[in-house]
């Protein structure tokens, strides 16, 4: 298995609710990744976990809280947001092999459109 | 983190080599130079990766002059589907995983017949 799984494809909610976002992979990586991508600009990253801990966090708001619950599973849970958060969320994953790291894997994305 | 400089745009037609060139004049000494392909509505894809030198695998080469101040990705005999935005990242990278890499602009490259 070389790919990383994300679900759902699409999400339509609105400001009050509350939904996750998945993200899945069984390649053995131990950095997992959030970004997020407006249309036509590039990804911008929100968080960085390490074997399992939070190691990066981009002065995201708390509307945005990522967990990841063991080593092929991270999610990101949203609560109360805005229209302007609507975009692509991506996840990506990552291994290390001594100090070179071989790039990283991304999932095709959810299409989150806020209401 | 060092910054990237790519031409926003390019264009090529399907049989020609293209060469993307990006700047990074504040390179560090453990820094990696990547590159990523994206289409829309998709996640980036890995291309290759360097650090100094030539690299050249199934799809592309990189090369990257001594000083390591810029790099060239080169796509050999392009087709239509290369037409995606393909990003330079410039970035450490540490043992224990979990580098932080910024993408830049981009550069969308379109083919055509």
């Known amino acids: ?115 | 983190l060092a910054k990237t400089t790519q031409p926003i745009s390019m264009d090529s037609y399907e049989g020609q080599e293209v060469n993307i060139t990006c700047s990074h004049n504040n390179i560090a000494t453990n820094d990696y130079i990547t590159w990523y392909q994206q289409f829309p509505s998709q996640g980036p894809r890995f291309i290759i990766q360097g650090y100094k030198t030539k690299v050249t695998n199934e799809v592309a080469s990189l090369f990257i002059p001594a000083d390591r101040k810029s790099s060239t990705l080169s796509l050999p005999r392009v087709s239509l589907s290369d037409t995606a935005v393909y990003y330079c990242l410039v970035g450490p990278v540490q043992a224990g995983g979990g580098n932080k890499l910024t993408f830049g602009t981009g550069t969308q490259l379109k083919v055509e017949l």
């Open chain 1, 1 to 115: 298995d070389t790919e990383v799984t994300q679900t759902p494809k699409h999400l339509v909610m609105g400001m009050t609710n509350k939904k996750s976002l998945k993200c899945e992979q069984h390649m053995g990586h131990r950095a997992m990744y959030w970004y997020k991508q407006k249309a036509k600009k590039p990804p911008e990253l929100m968080f960085v976990y390490s074997y399992e801990k939070l190691s990066i966090n981009e002065s995201v708001p708390s509307r945005f809280s990522p967990e990841c619950p063991n080593s092929s599973l991270l999610n990101l849970h949203l609560h109360a947001l805005q229209p302007e958060d609507s975009a692509l969320y991506l996840c990506a994953s990552s291994q290390v092999q001594g100090t070179v790291n071989y790039g990283y894997t991304f999932g095709s994305g959810t299409r989150l459109t806020v209401v």
